[in-house]
């Protein structure tokens, strides 16, 4: 992975979408001082069958805060779209130019917008509508001419530092990032701060349930590599 950045913004659809892929890199990264930021496009309010919208929305938010923290991310945005109806176009890419123009981040971070999972499993229409804008408002964020209100009224100035978006959970990785066995126990505490998701989800204690996913989903770039990794997709701008 590239290393000579400071900031980041990572742009995902639901609370518990890093978390289920790209916390340990996370962890790793705010070690080291880097900042990073997170952007949710929604609050997650209908991720839990049992549990009434407004309520899931304001337990998920919380939920999501802790888990931010757990990987050292102070700050956590939430945009109010719809979840489960995230719709690709214009409005979402002006709503991500913006946050992309506010943060000034030199990486951006999302989670994969392909029409199925590594395995075959099926992607949510809500993961590959922000997937696609995140990518698009990278570069709407650099170009003065589109949005240009959020320049003239909104007090924001255009952001074309950008330089590399970089995608999780995704068939076709391009890089790794080396992670310690410590990042990792971060990345199952901050997963495991999704307690009444996790356990809509499962029967499994939330911690148990945590450590089993990420075993599964690490331990083959681990066994390739010999160390502890998160793939990622990357695209240089």
Known sequence: MPQDWQRALAVVAHPDDLEYGAAAAIAHWTAQGKEISYLLVTRGEA???????????????????????????????????????????????????????????????????????????????DHKAVARATVDA?????????????????GLERWDGVRWVAISVVAGATHAQQVTDEDVERAVASLTEHHAYLSALS???????????????????????????????????
């Not at 130019?97 to 075959?120: K, M, N, Q």
């Open 138 to 154: 990278a570069s709407d964020a650099g170009n003065r001419w589109i949005f240009p209100e959020q320049l003239a009224d909104g």
């Open 47 to 125: 991720g839990i069958d049992s549990m009434e919208p407004a309520e899931a929305a304001r337990v998920r938010e919380r939920e999501q805060r802790a888990s931010a923290a757990a990987v050292g991310v102070p700050a956590v945005e939430f945009l109010d779209h719809r979840d489960g109806v995230i719709e690709y176009g214009v409005p979402l890419r002006r709503d991500l130019a913006a946050a992309i123009r506010r943060h000034r981040p030199e990486l951006v971070l999302t989670i994969s917008g392909d029409e199925t999972w590594p395995g075959g499993y099926w992607n949510t229409p």
């Open 203 to 237: 029967d499994e204690p939330p911690e148990q349930y945590a450590r089993t996913f990420l075993a599964a989903t690490m331990d083959p770039l681990r066994q390739r590599l010999g160390h502890p990794a998160v793939a990622f997709r990357v695209h240089p701008r």
